[in-house]
């Protein structure tokens, strides 16, 4: 099995519902560095799992519709926490639908909220 | 499948013994940076496989009753080689004892004993 | 010269005021993550520059009084560019007035806003 | 399930076959830091997975191989595209053969091509 | 006294001339993780050293110069071992070239060349 | 001025005296990864501040002489509180003895005791 990584980062806004978030329930932010992981059975003819420069650029598009925003406005996001364990998925399902079906088999999305807090969402592809 | 990580750190004392360990037979010590990994198939209501807060506290408690020791001594650790693969275990029990049931299904324990070296452990919750 | 650094973060929404700033006028936010460097020209009798633990109590403190934060609504911080650089000014500052005058002649405070991105400041104590 | 992880790190030149490469057709190079993980279901009785100083010493005598060459110049790489999945493939099966068959059953070799860039290739052993 | 850094990289192959360089005196490569350090000793009316998105594409822009080449045939660097050091000068010199006169003071440019060595070349603007 | 970092680390045992170490007085240990910098005004006849190589080796032999030690039972620190500031201090004055006059005009010497904390000594060579 092979995998490849890349890494990018967004700058949000946000606010979370429930007494379990304590302080976080105040508008606050993040900083998120996002590793975005394609993996693959076998390799391709040219001998990768995916374009390096592609898959950057495709995490860079999902990444640009997030950033620099406060998330709690965004009508996609409406009604959800929008916790490190949600927007993993929603990156890593948005970058899903970005790419085409042929190549990578699965895809995990890792979000670094701080040096010692980060969190994972995996799928196939 | 999603996952949430914590990480913290113990400074401990120990030694070795088994030729193969050659000079870490001697008296020794470590910073371990730990990072422990809760797996979760699918987030609970609030959105998160578990509150970030209160997996840092339950990492931070038993850490705390190892670090600023030295593991030769320690009763229930007696008789074994407190290896980075043992200490992970070791970590990991504790904290699967100190987590209720419900919630998380696995976990993972890594610690880092340099910046060249680290050993995991991972188990179901 | 001695230096010692203590690190830790804080997670803060906030706008810039200025077309410099683009996409980054919106609200959005960081996670900053925080090293406060103490100088000194020669150790203490216990070998010290200053307590780790102490230090790393007082920038906890400090960083407490902003995180979790929307900075747009902090009083203190009214009127101003919440940049990087700011915010490295801010916690120096409060950190410097939090600690007594002995010990420590200078500060630096480096503000990582992500993993390509950073600002410090440093002042006398 | 317990694993070990080794780092170190070679630094060589290369060019690339292939429109999708860009200007990476031209002859280049790249730093590789490089983690080798060994898994391995239970421990042996000195309570590890595999010594880690054998384990660098093994990672490092492979990576002796490739290191300070021009990879289009060697042999045993000629016709193929020295890509970093490619060469994390070639790093985990060298090191395959270089370490006996008892202990660890998996490995997998993780190649950093960059802060923003890494590729992996898992196998058993 | 204040400072902003940005962080980019660049992928490139050369070869060193003299016995001191040892293996690295054939033709081998490196990725440099650069780091680019701006100095200033009081921030504009917007609150900044410089806007580090015109840090970062002053920076991108000098690296696009020699990412992806082969040293060894520049011809601006003919003649001169391309050591970590000498890259970390061009690469200051350069950014110097690129940016007005007004602003920043002072500026600090690191080349790292591996996890475990780098090189830094400090000038004044 | 130019400066080159080397980094290595090494693993050891000691205790504290005094209250204001807290449980730091107990026998515990530490990783300290270690960071050695040369300066230098000019570079020398071959682009380099010290040959990388040279100065990974000199640090090495340095830190061969405290790694896998109880540094409370080594003669050469009796008496003293071996604090991360302490052993900075150590380890430059052992490496500034190792090497040649020529050459580097200024060292410092940074022991991370952890992910959050760190101590430097600077000096001139």
């Known amino acids: 099995m092979f995998s490849v990584t890349v890494r990018d980062h967004m700058m949000i806004a946000h606010s979370f519902h429930g007494e379990v978030f304590g302080p976080a329930q105040r508008l606050h932010g993040a900083t998120y ?21 592609r898959a950057a650029d495709a995490l860079h598009a999902v990444l640009g519709g997030l950033t620099y925003r406060n998330l709690d406005d965004e009508p996609g996001l409406a009604g959800r926490n929008t916790t490190t364990e949600v927007l993993a998925q929603v990156v890593a399902d948005r970058l899903a639908e970005a790419l ?15 040096h010692v807090a980060w969190a994972t969402y995996e799928r196939p592809l």
Chains 1, 2, 3, 4, 5, 6 share one sequence.
């Open 33 to 53: 560095v996002v590793d975005a992981t394609f993996r693959r059975e076998a390799l391709d003819a040219d001998g990768i799992v995916i374009d390096i420069g």
């Open 100 to 114: 085409p079906a042929a190549g990578p088999t699965g895809l995990a999305v890792t979000l670094h909220e701080s």
